[in-house]
């Protein structure tokens, strides 16, 4: 079945430890993009990228990294420069050609960092 | 800067009610996008609908309806008869009309909606 896969659901990891977070899509979309979701903010974007080995900073870009070397693959590194990386954070992707806002979400991995 | 609220964090419900999910929205674009997007338990979004900003027609969806008025900048969701199954948080989003492939959506801050027997 098409879709977007990330891993892990859940991720446990100590303050100052680098993380990265796995999202996997099989919809052959051109368009990836990361969210965090906070209780009481909504969903806000990390990073997105339009094509293979291109990507832009979203609105809370700040300790986190990304990559894309595949069409399929968009992982997402929370760094140690993170301040407050526990959270919940949504991988989604999206068709090109014409225009239609339509994401496509995974189910998420939390995030607790202790 | 785009903006939108959703004012109500949580609406109870029981089962068979009618029920309205308010969206108020700012831009300062004359061409935009709106947005419903459904999270049930399991975390992923799931989309529910679009409209352009040149559509106010309103929609109608089995027992969802949306209510889109340019005047108020509003863009309102109604169930109407829930059922158990509509308990989720449901989001109100906006975007840019643009060319190129990335959708960049602005999201509100989500109505928990908790439909009971």
């Known amino acids: 079945d098409g879709g977007i896969t990330q891993s892990p659901k859940y991720l446990f990891r100590k303050e100052g430890q680098n993380v990265t977070l796995s999202c996997e899509q099989n919809l052959n979309h051109d368009a990836m993009y990361w969210y965090r979701q906070d209780p009481g903010q909504g969903l806000r974007l990390i990073y997105y990228s339009q094509i293979v080995n291109d990507f832009q900073k979203g609105d809370i870009a700040e300790g986190y990294s990304v990559s894309r070397e595949k069409k399929e693959s968009f992982p997402l590194t929370v760094t140690s420069a993170q301040k407050n990386p526990t959270a919940f954070y949504l991988c989604?992707?999206?068709?090109?050609?014409?225009?239609?806002?339509?994401?496509?979400f995974g189910e998420g991995s939390r995030l607790t960092v202790l | 800067a785009q903006k939108v609220t959703q004012a109500q964090t949580e609406i109870s419900v029981v089962e068979k009610e009618d029920v309205t999910l308010d969206c108020v929205y700012e831009?300062?674009?004359?061409?935009?996008?709106l947005f419903w997007y459904k999270q049930p338990p399991s975390g992923e979004l799931v989309f529910l609908i679009r409209?352009?900003?040149?559509?106010?027609q309103n929609e109608i969806s089995g027992r969802y309806s949306w209510n889109f008025q340019k005047s108020t900048s509003s863009f309102n969701f109604t169930i109407t008869a829930s059922q158990v199954v509509d308990s989720a948080v449901y989001f109100c989003?906006?975007?840019?009309?643009?060319?190129?492939?990335?959708?960049?959506?602005?999201f509100g801050t989500g109505t928990r909606l908790q439909v009971t027997l």
């Open positions: 831009t300062r674009d004359t061409t935009y996008y």
């Open positions: 989604a992707s999206s068709t090109s050609g014409q225009y239609t806002g339509e994401l496509f």
């Open positions: 989003a906006l975007s840019e009309a643009r060319t190129g492939t990335a959708s960049k959506l602005t």
């Open positions: 409209r352009n900003s040149f559509d106010e």
